[in-house]
């Protein structure tokens, strides 16, 4: 029973491609979140939604659009790609109080060649 | 501008003995402090947190000490184990939808 699922694990697609990543929570959470994982190690977020409603937009290129049909599911879709989008992505779900902690997925390798 | 900050990038200790992970931050309006484990190929996990009300959260092995004058927090384990060998993050927040994660800190515990 994964809490927070993320698929799939690993993507490797050539530049100019348009890709998505998929992201199910089933904890009921409100709030989810994309991070993402550079070379460097660091995780930045990127986006956080709270019940479907967009709350943070981390200045990331417009070719990043997460979408969020439901409140448990948020969906990455990434257009154009470019060889600086490699990365690992996290998506993430918390309850909506302040100092709950976030529930990772296991990640998203995205390789662009 | 990186808020959230973890000097050391790894840190070796044996089997037993106390690890002390160290995190500065710069933002004086984070109000609550996480510390997240991660294995490789696996998303991180929270391990400990601790609101700005308090110095100091204890949890079995793990305690988190806050100082707020110094902007600084630090995570002890001891015993350290083996199976704390993992990469930890400590992370901040100041509001409930965002945290703002430090580079990491590659822990090692050896026989």
């Known amino acids: 029973d994964t809490a927070v699922s993320q698929t799939p694990k690993y993507l490797v697609t050539q530049m100019g491609n348009d890709k998505s990543i998929k992201c199910e929570q089933n904890?009921?959470?409100?709030?989810m979140y994309w991070y993402k994982q550079d070379s460097k190690k660091f995780l930045k977020i990127m986006f956080s939604y709270n019940n479907k409603e967009l709350i943070i937009n981390e200045t990331v290129p417009n070719r990043f659009s997460p979408k969020s049909p439901d409140k448990a599911h948020l969906n990455l879709h990434i257009n154009s790609l470019e060889l600086g989008d490699s990365a690992v992505y996290f998506c993430?779900?918390?309850?909506?109080?302040?100092?709950?902690?976030?529930?990772f997925g296991q990640g998203t390798r995205l390789t662009v060649v | 501008d990186q808020q959230v900050k973890q000097n050391s990038p790894s840190l070796s200790v044996q089997e037993g003995r106390i690890s002390i992970l160290n995190c500065d931050y710069t933002?004086?309006?984070?109000?609550?402090f996480l510390w997240y484990k991660k294995y490789p190929a696996e998303g991180p996990t929270f391990l400990i947190s601790i609101s700005s009300i308090k110095d100091k959260n204890e949890d079995g092995r793990f305690t988190v000490f806050l100082n707020k004058s110094a902007k600084h927090l630090s995570l002890h384990i001891v015993p350290s184990q083996p199976g704390d060998s993992a990469v930890y993050f400590c992370?901040?927040?100041?509001?409930?939808?965002?945290?703002?994660f430090g580079t990491g800190t590659r822990l090692q515990v050896f026989p």
């Open positions: 933002n004086s309006m984070f109000d609550y």
């Open positions: 992370a901040a927040s100041r509001e409930p939808d965002k945290l703002i």
């Open positions: 904890l009921g959470h409100d709030t």
């Open positions: 993430a779900s918390s309850p909506t109080r302040q100092g709950s902690e976030a529930f």
